[in-house]
Nanobody, 131 residues
Framework: QVRLVEAGGGLVQPGGSLRLSCATS????????IAWFRQAPGKEREGVSC????????YYQTSVQGRFTISRDNTKNTVYLHMSNLKPEDTAAYYC????????????????????????WGQGTEVTVSS
């Protein structure tokens, strides 16, 4: 049974940092691309970052480039999103998602933000950036 469980959200002041985690089970982590999406109140869900299967190439939304870092710990079957210099506009529910890509042929710079490519989703964790 595939499961994705996010943790690490909370309230943080502007300029602060948080580390989100996505604990996975039920599949081989390196056979899947794992992405973080977020949805702010009243807005559509958008892609934040992705780490691909295999060697783990990484992609970022322009607005978080240089502030967020995605990483993967294969021994713990967990993917992290390190967020720094947080801004009020980063306030959202953050979701991790998994997309099967054992051969590494699907997820790339023009595909990773397509939500339909991800077959499994977590329940989300809330991040609020406010003073």
């Amino acid at each position: 049974q595939v499961r994705l469980v996010e943790a690490g959200g909370g309230l943080v002041q502007p300029g602060g940092s948080l580390r989100l985690s996505c604990a996975t089970s039920g599949f081989t982590l390196t056979d899947y691309a794992i992405a973080w999406f977020r949805q702010a109140p009243g807005k559509e869900r958008e892609g934040v970052s992705c780490i691909t299967s295999g060697v783990g190439e990484t992609y970022y939304q322009t607005s978080v480039q240089g502030r967020f870092t995605i990483s993967r710990d294969n021994t713990k079957n967990t993917v992290y999103l390190h967020m720094s210099n947080l801004k009020p506009e980063d306030t959202a529910a953050y979701y991790c998602a998994a997309g099967a890509d054992r051969e590494g042929l699907i997820f790339g710079p023009y595909v990773w933000q397509r939500q339909v490519e991800y077959g499994y989703w977590g329940q989300g964790t809330e991040v609020t950036v406010s003073s």
